[in-house]
């Protein structure tokens, strides 16, 4: 069994978090060792607190693979975004542009149906391995942000017959990021209440650009949590729970979180 110490200050987008000695799945027989444990991605979604007491697990590089075979693309569980995004760009396959923007390995990208607007990941999946077993796409109820897939990702396959790369998608996607911040986030706070921008919320409660020692709101764009420095897990709590509060206070409206956090 392998374990790799990992800092998640370095680890995760938003560089916070403590140092975690994490376990690292080399097969899928591994799994049955690590029944209690919690797998982690590329921690582009995650707010893991400085000393967490959830065991976490992750996949090795054994996952981070590409196979085109019978027009089936096979993608392992751990493969980078940028990877994928590269090879259907190479293989002029379409509906994989917007994954340029969404910074992620596959399993991350599938449990979270990670996207933007109408392009999410579940449009284009045509099964997902999980550790009991291959399910369809029609079989897994994918939902905005939601996946109800509660079992570790192994590899997912997709239909490769879908031809026409688009650069002026690509184009759309890159513009669609200018109202981002580029300080250190972890994405979207929550998830847009259905009717409602999260953000707009933020934004009406008087939260946006609002700090609380080295974490804020973000000016640019309120549903983003910002690391201005050296900011803290409890610092970024704090705020979540201010707006979670006051939203609902104002509006009636209950925020839910898209960040996952570890605790
Ligand atoms: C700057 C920025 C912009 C972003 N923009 C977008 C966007 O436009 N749209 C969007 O949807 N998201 C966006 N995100 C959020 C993030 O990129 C996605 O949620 C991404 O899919 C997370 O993937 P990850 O591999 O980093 O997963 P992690 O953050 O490591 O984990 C996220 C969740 O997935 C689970 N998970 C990870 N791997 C597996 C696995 N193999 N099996 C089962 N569960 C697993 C974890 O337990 C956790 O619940 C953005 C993030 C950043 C930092």
Same mark, same amino acid.
């Given at each position: 069994?392998?374990?790799?110490?990992?800092?998640?200050?370095?680890?995760?987008?938003?560089?916070?978090?403590?140092?975690?000695?994490?376990?690292?799945?080399?097969?899928?027989?591994?799994?049955?060792?690590? #029944?209690?444990?919690?797998?982690?991605?590329?921690?582009? #979604?995650?707010?893991?607190?400085?000393?967490?007491?959830?065991?976490?697990?992750?996949?090795?590089?054994?996952?981070?693979?590409?196979?085109?075979?019978?027009?089936?693309?096979?993608?392992?569980?751990?493969?980078?975004?940028?990877?994928?995004? #590269?090879?259907?760009?190479?293989?002029?396959?379409?509906?994989?542009?917007?994954?340029?923007?969404?910074?992620?390995?596959?399993?991350?990208?599938?449990?979270?149906?990670?996207?933007?607007?109408?392009?999410?990941?579940?449009?284009?999946?045509?099964?997902?391995?999980?550790?009991?077993?291959?399910?369809?796409?029609?079989?897994?109820?994918?939902?905005?942000?939601?996946?109800?897939?509660?079992?570790?990702?192994?590899?997912?396959?997709?239909?490769?017959?879908?031809?026409?790369?688009?650069?002026?998608?690509?184009?759309?996607?890159?513009?669609?990021?200018?109202?981002?911040?580029?300080?250190?986030?972890?994405?979207?706070?929550?998830?847009?209440?259905?009717?409602?921008?999260?953000?707009?919320?933020?934004?009406?409660?008087?939260?946006?650009?609002?700090?609380?020692?080295?974490?804020?709101?973000?000016?640019?764009?309120?549903?983003?949590?910002?690391?201005?420095?050296?900011?803290?897990?409890?610092?970024?709590?704090?705020?979540?729970?201010?707006?979670?509060?006051?939203?609902?206070?104002?509006?009636?409206?209950?925020?839910?979180?898209?960040?996952?956090?570890?605790?």
């Amino acid at each position: 069994m392998k374990f790799e110490q990992i800092n998640f200050a370095k680890q995760t987008s938003i560089r916070i978090g403590g140092i975690v000695n994490v376990a690292i799945i080399e097969s899928a027989d591994e799994f049955k060792n690590f #029944n209690n444990y919690k797998i982690i991605g590329g921690g582009n #979604n995650l707010l893991v607190s400085e000393n967490p007491e959830t065991k976490l697990m992750m996949l090795s590089k054994n996952f981070d693979y590409i196979y085109l075979e019978n027009n089936i693309l096979r993608v392992g569980g751990a493969t980078p975004n940028g990877k994928i995004f #590269n090879f259907a760009k190479k293989n002029n396959l379409t509906g994989f542009e917007f994954l340029q923007n969404i910074p992620s390995r596959l399993g991350g990208l599938i449990k979270m149906n990670a996207g933007m607007k109408n392009y999410e990941i579940a449009n284009i999946i045509h099964s997902v391995s999980t550790l009991s077993g291959k399910k369809n796409r029609a079989d897994i109820n994918f939902k905005y942000r939601f996946s109800g897939i509660d079992e570790p990702i192994i590899e997912a396959e997709f239909i490769a017959n879908n031809f026409g790369f688009s650069h002026e998608l690509v184009e759309l996607f890159k513009n669609m990021r200018s109202n981002q911040p580029k300080e250190p986030s972890a994405g979207s706070l929550f998830k847009n209440p259905e009717g409602y921008s999260a953000g707009k919320l933020i934004d009406e409660v008087g939260l946006k650009g609002f700090r609380i020692g080295d974490m804020a709101w973000s000016n640019i764009h309120a549903n983003f949590l910002i690391n201005l420095g050296g900011g803290k897990f409890h610092e970024a709590i704090e705020l979540i729970n201010l707006a979670e509060t006051r939203v609902f206070d104002k509006f009636g409206v209950k925020l839910t979180r898209e960040v996952c956090i570890v605790l």
